[in-house]
């Protein structure tokens, strides 16, 4: 059994940061793609952030790449998403997800394993 667990969610005004942690348990190791989605009230659930088993990572277009950063510690089974510079429309439940294998991918389809989520509130 997996089990993702997110935290470090919160409310900071436009401009502010704060970094998201998730610790991953069980059947999951440092060769399992992480990644981060994103779900604004209203909006589909979207792609964030993805690190692979071999560190290989990828983002979303413009609207994060420059701000966010992810990044792991495989020692600690722990992943994060930095975000820097945040902005009102940032605002949602983000979760945690890992891949059944090492590739990053950008679609949840792909990805086997989820988080609870964790809110982020951006006020203006």
């Known amino acids: 059994q997996v089990q993702l667990v997110e935290s470090g969610g919160g409310l900071v005004q436009a401009g502010g940061s704060l970094t998201l942690s998730c610790v991953a348990s069980?059947?999951?190791?440092?060769?399992?793609?992480m990644g981060w989605f994103r779900q604004a009230p209203g909006k589909e659930r979207e792609f964030v952030a993805s690190?692979?088993?071999?560190?290989?990572?990828?983002y979303s277009t413009d609207s994060v790449k420059g701000r966010f950063t992810i990044s792991r510690d495989n020692a600690k089974a722990t992943v994060y998403l930095q975000m820097n510079s945040l902005k009102p429309e940032d605002t949602g439940v983000y979760y945690c997800?890992?891949?059944?294998?090492?590739?990053?991918?950008?679609?949840?389809?792909?990805?086997?394993?989820w988080g609870q989520g964790t809110q982020v509130t951006v006020s203006s």
């Open positions: 690190v692979s088993g071999g560190g290989v990572i990828k």
């Open positions: 997800a890992a891949r059944a294998g090492p590739s990053i991918a950008t679609s949840g389809e792909l990805y086997a394993y």
């Open positions: 069980g059947r999951i190791s440092s060769s399992n793609a």
